[in-house]
């Protein structure tokens, strides 16, 4: 698990914004967990356990679908 924050020491807005969006990407997909206990608060990034990645066919992840 990493929280969202130690993911970025120096990166450009735009980094982030694209790691964000690959974040977002991933929970679509259930490949992650993600947790946070109040509004504005800590954003806990989680592996699902649930999940196998063994089985992902990287052509799902086209910009384009």
């Given at each position: 698990q990493i929280e969202f924050g130690q993911?970025?020491?120096?990166?450009?807005r735009n980094e982030i914004i694209t790691t964000f969006q690959a974040l977002l990407e991933m929970l679509k997909y259930q490949y992650i967990v993600v947790e946070q206990q109040q509004s504005f608060g800590t954003i806990i990034i989680k592996r699902n356990p649930d999940s196998d990645l063994k089985e992902v066919d990287i052509e799902q992840f086209?910009?384009?679908?």
């Open positions: 993911l970025f020491t120096h990166f450009s086209d910009e384009y679908n």
